[in-house]
Each structure stands twice: as structure tokens, then as C-alpha cells.
């Protein structure tokens, strides 16, 4: 459930009318509902009650700091995984001891600044992270609190570009080899070992996969244990999935039940890290059809492309293109494209579309995951605004960015002035 509804044949986010904010910030720009980022998230954390727990929303799926301090404000911490995601949660207001770090490449410089800033944990992914770690710790004259995410070889059935959790992925250290690493980490001074992470991938749409890594999981803290490691977190990562067109992923509910009964008797607090599907439904993309081309084939040119949504163009991904006024007009089979000068620049190809024309203002639905976040300035594009709704008001979270913003930080070197 999301709250973008329309209301004689206008789209609405909660109380205010799309056209009405089109006309203030103009297109394109995203957009996303304070009350659907408020009720997912409770969802999500409710279903876990019970059991000691921190939901530590995953940064990178929408980082903007109105939305990390939102989570904040609603007992959540952040999943960060660098040292832009910390600068972003700490100016947010999130609490550093419900932070954690992950990633396969963390600079000396970053966890410099997580153990500075006194973060839960880092999820270590390697044992040369390990030695910089403590080098760095030491220098700092402080123990870093760790946590080794594991690799559990199990396949999260989803896109190649967003599975993590096989052997074959860069991610986190073979669960057949990790007894030696956290014995080894056991020794160091300047180390304290806190948990054992795992994240398997993203846009799951089953359980499976989850209670199968997390039974592998919790065999592996049962040997740590017997080498006299105990461990007091423990991270299942993020992952699941939502509705984007025909998938039927799992409730939140029916996730945590799964979780909460493979679990039973772990004593650990349990780190979840879910994005996705917290942001993903509570977001859209506005963009204004420019014009359109009738030929061989229709196509639909919009003013948002590929460096603003990057989803279609990167995984093949499927987003409902919805007309924002008059959603029930007659249809044309059409693609959606941007002004990117590159064939792979398309939201939407061979969809049923309204026939819409110049001006019409279209919404690209559930765009608040990995859609500014991953957003860049290809072609020299300003990135676009970020508007949050909370009831009957609109809030510019982000402004869109101008040509000077382009070229900021760029010069011309003097051997080329004449
Ligand atoms: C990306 C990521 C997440 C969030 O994944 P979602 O599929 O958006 O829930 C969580 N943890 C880690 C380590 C990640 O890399």
C-alpha cells in the first residue's frame, strides 16, 4: 500500500495534487510520501518486536538526510557503506551506536571516521580490512567493534547484478573459512568482536533463501562458541523484496516470522538492514513528456532519462509508468525514453501506455529505491529535486542542481589560458 491515489482522475501524493508541486519545483523530480516511508518502516519494525533488535535502514537505497532522520526519528539506525553514507546519517541525527558499516572497500581514511565516530560495528569483509582495521584502531588508541560478514553460498534467486551471497560474489569472507578469521581477530588488541553479518542480495521475492543462510549462519555462531567466541549481533543484511509489476515477494510479517522461528534461542541482538522495501513503493518519479515520435515504432520522450532512474537501463527493470491526469484514456503500445544520447536510455519499452501528449505530466511508481541515490549528472544533467509530502504540505528536501553546481570544482589549468 502506498499513498499515491488519485483523486478525480488527478494523482495525488497523500493531500497534495502532483501538478500543483510540477508547477512549483518543476519536472523532473522525485517524490515521496512521509505517511508510506512512516507506515513501511513501522511495519517492518514492529515485526520484529519482541526480539531485541535495530533496524538499520540501508543508506544507500535513498540517502537523502530528510529521509535518514525521519527513520531516526522513528527508532531506526542506518546501514552505511561509506564514509559519505556516515557524514550523511550523522548529520541526520542518527544515533552512531545504531550504525553499521559494510562494504568490500573501505578506506583507512573512512574507518577512521566510523571508529572516531563511534559507530555499533564494522562489517569486516576481508582479512586485509581486518589488518588495516586494527592498524587504525591502534593508532587511534581504541578497540574497533567488528562484525565479519560471511559469505553463506546460498542463491537469493534474483538479478546476477544484485546477487551477493554466492560463493562466486565479491562479498564478505567463505563461511567455510571464517572460524580461522575470527580466531585470528580474536588475538588482536585493538579488536573486539561483536557479531557475524550476511547479506545476500537484494529484490528477494521468496524466504527461502534468508532461512537458509540464516541456518547456516547460526550453525557457524554454535562453533564460534565452542572456541570460546561469543557473539552478541547478529546481521541478516537487507534484501527484501517488493512489488515493482507482477512479483509477489513476502510480507514483512511473514519475513520476520520465518526469521524469528529459524532464530529460536540465539540470544543476540539482531541488526536488520533493510532499503528497498522500506523506500522503494513510497516514491516516484515525476517526469513531463517533451513529445512524441510516431513511426516504425511509438516512442514517448520524457524529460527524466537513464542518469536520473538508472534501474530500467541497468537491471532491465520493469516501473509503472502511470499518466498523472486522465489515467483512463485510451492506450497506445509506445516506448518510454530520455533525452540521453544512448539507445540503453529508456524507462519503459514496448508498455501499453496512455496516449499522452506534450506536457502531460507522467509518474514512474515505486522509483524510491535506488533512484536518486543512484542518479549522476551523464550528460551533463543537473540532478533533479527530491520533494517529501507530509499530509496537505510539500517539502523541497533536496533542490535541483544548476548548471553551476555542474562545474563545480572544475578549472581551467593555466597552460591552457592564453
Ligand atoms: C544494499 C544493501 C542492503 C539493502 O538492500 P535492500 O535490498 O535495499 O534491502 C543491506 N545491506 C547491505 C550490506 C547492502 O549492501
Redesign the pocket.
Known amino acids: 500500500m502506498h499513498d499515491f491515489q488519485y483523486k478525480n482522475e488527478t494523482l495525488f501524493c497523500e493531500d497534495v495534487a502532483i501538478p500543483k508541486m510540477a508547477e512549483a519545483v518543476g519536472t523532473p523530480f522525485y517524490l515521496y510520501s512521509t505517511a508510506t516511508l512512516t507506515r513501511h518502516f513501522a511495519a517492518f519494525d514492529r515485526a520484529f518486536a519482541g526480539i531485541p533488535h535495530i533496524t538499520c535502514f540501508?543508506a544507500?537505497?535513498c540517502a537523502n538526510i530528510a529521509i535518514l532522520r525521519l527513520f531516526a526519528s522513528l527508532g531506526g539506525g542506518a546501514?552505511i557503506?561509506s564514509g559519505g553514507e556516515l557524514f550523511r546519517a550523522r548529520t541526520a541525527g542518527v544515533d552512531p551506536q545504531k550504525i553499521v558499516y559494510?562494504?568490500v572497500g573501505k578506506t583507512a581514511d573512512e574507518i577512521r571516521e566510523a571508529l572516531s565516530a563511534g559507530i555499533l560495528m564494522l562489517?569486516v569483509e576481508s582479512e586485509q580490512e581486518l589488518a588495516m582495521i586494527q592498524t587504525v584502531a591502534a593508532d587511534l588508541g581504541v578497540k574497533a567493534p567488528v562484525s565479519f560478514?560471511v559469505n553463506p553460498d546460498v542463491d537469493p534467486k534474483t538479478h546476477a547484478y544484485?546477487s551477493?551471497g554466492l560463493a562466486k560474489n565479491k562479498?564478505g569472507i567463505p563461511i567455510t573459512e571464517a572460524l580461522r578469521v575470527y580466531l585470528a581477530a580474536s588475538k588482536l588488541s585493538n579488536i573486539t568482536i561483536k557479531g557475524v553479518?550476511c547479506?545476500i542480495?537484494?529484490?528477494?521475492t521468496q524466504v527461502a533463501p534468508f532461512v537458509e543462510s540464516l541456518a547456516k549462519v547460526k550453525r557457524f555462531i554454535g562453533q564460534l562458541s565452542e572456541q570460546g567466541i561469543s557473539i552478541t549481533h547478529l546481521d541478516l543484511?537487507?534484501?527484501?523484496?517488493i512489488r515493482y509489476n507482477a512479483e509477489e515477494p513476502p510480507e514483512p510479517a511473514e519475513y520476520a516470522r520465518a526469521i524469528k522461528q529459524e532464530l529460536a534461542g540465539l540470544a543476540c541482538t539482531l541488526i536488520l538492514?533493510?532499503?528497498?522495501?522500506?523506500v522503494?513503493n513510497a516514491g516516484a518519479l515525476i517526469t513531463k513528456v517533451l513529445y512524441t515520435k510516431e513511426g516504425l515504432k511509438k516512442f514517448i520522450i520524457v524529460d527524466a532519462g537513464m542518469n536520473d532512474l538508472a534501474r530500467p537501463s541497468l537491471y532491465d527493470a520493469f516501473h509503472l509508468i502511470q499518466a498523472v491526469e486522465r489515467p483512463n484514456r485510451e492506450q497506445a503500445v509506445a516506448d518510454v525514453v530520455g533525452p540521453i544520447c544512448e539507445t540503453g536510455d529508456f524507462l519503459a519499452r514496448e508498455r501499453a501506455m496512455p496516449k499522452v501528449e506534450a506536457d502531460d505530466l507522467l509518474a514512474v511508481m515505486s522509483a524510491g529505491?535506488?533512484g536518486f541515490s543512484m542518479s549522476s549528472n551523464y550528460n551533463s544533467r543537473p540532478r533533479v529535486a527530491e520533494v517529501l509530502v507530509h499530509g496537505d504540505a510539500f517539502h523541497v528536501i533536496r533542490t535541483r542542481e544548476t548548471y553551476e553546481t555542474l562545474i563545480q570544482g572544475e578549472s581551467i589549468p593555466e597552460f591552457l589560458v592564453s
Do not use: C, M, W
Not at 542480495?201 to 528477494?204: I, K, M, R
Open positions: 540501508a544507500k537505497s546501514d557503506v559494510s562494504g562489517n560478514r544484485i551477493t562479498f553479518s547479506h542480495g537484494s529484490q528477494l543484511g537487507g534484501g527484501l523484496g538492514e533493510p532499503g528497498r522495501v522500506i522503494g529505491a535506488y
